[in-house]
């Protein structure tokens, strides 16, 4: 069983940069595609990145793309997305999900099955 646990969301300017840490135990997380999700009020959960077991393969978002880097460490069996010029629009819950297989290709949250508890990301002046 994976269990989850995300880091590192606050209360950010516009412009401004967050690092989330997706931290992993029970498992060795270097076997397992994972995506950050991110759950705005009122709007289902999007795909904002995901990568790859090995971390050699990323996708991320047209909404993200060239602000937001996935990356991980799986020798701390962590994944972290660092958030660079951030928009009121990234405003959200974001979550980080572990799935055994290709998942990462696709980004999609129903093919995600074990999830951490979210982490609150608010862009406000």
């Known amino acids: 069983q994976v269990q989850l646990v995300e880091s590192g969301g606050g209360l950010v300017q516009p412009g401004g940069s967050l690092r989330l840490s997706c931290a992993a135990s029970?498992?060795?997380?270097?076997?397992?595609?994972i995506g950050w999700f991110r759950q705005a009020p009122g709007k289902e959960h999007e795909g904002v990145s995901c990568?790859?077991?090995?971390?050699?393969?990323?996708y991320y978002s047209d909404s993200v793309k060239g602000r937001f880097t996935i990356s991980r460490d799986n020798a701390k069996n962590t994944v972290y997305l660092t958030m660079n010029n951030l928009k009121p629009e990234d405003t959200a819950v974001y979550y980080c999900?572990?799935?055994?297989?290709?998942?990462?290709?696709?980004?999609?949250?129903?093919?995600?099955?074990?999830w951490g508890q979210g982490t609150q990301v608010t862009v406000s002046s």
């Open positions: 990568v790859s077991g090995g971390g050699y393969s990323t």
């Open positions: 029970g498992v060795r997380l270097d076997y397992y595609s």
């Open positions: 999900a572990a799935d055994r297989g290709s998942s990462w290709l696709a980004c999609l949250p129903r093919d995600f099955a074990s």
